[in-house]
């Protein structure tokens, strides 16, 4: 199901925020205009890369520093070896909608 979950305006470029969507805690990144969802926590150890740093279209873990695509969740990095869930995004009515009912990789 697709959730509206914050305005466009909300975020602008190299911006990320944290949110619970359905109950699935969610990552919502904005790049070069464009709005990307991954799973809010590492594939490695479980920390929140909420408070990681976001370069371009890489987010990088604060914990031990393994790096993930957030356009694919792939792991880019090690210390991780997984990769992590992304979520289809779509903009409507000025909003951001996430649907995490289809997230593909690891919760
Ligand atoms: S918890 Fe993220 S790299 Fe270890």
Redesign the pocket.
């Known amino acids: 199901m697709l959730t509206p979950v914050l305005p466009i305006a909300a975020l602008e470029d190299g911006q990320m925020t944290a949110l619970k969507v359905q109950g699935v805690d969610v990552l919502v990144c904005c790049v070069e205009g464009q709005f990307f969802a991954v799973a809010a926590h590492?594939s490695?150890?479980?920390?929140s890369l909420a408070g990681g740093r976001l370069r371009g279209y890489q987010i990088s873990?604060p914990?031990?520093?393994?790096r993930f695509d957030i356009r694919s969740g792939e792991c880019l990095a090690a210390?991780?070896t997984s990769p992590i869930s992304t979520f289809p995004v779509t903009l409507e009515g000025g909003k951001v909608c996430i649907e995490v009912g289809s997230g593909m990789g690891t919760l």
Do not use: D, E, N, T
């Open positions: 590492c490695h150890a479980r920390q873990c914990l031990h520093g393994a210390p991780a």
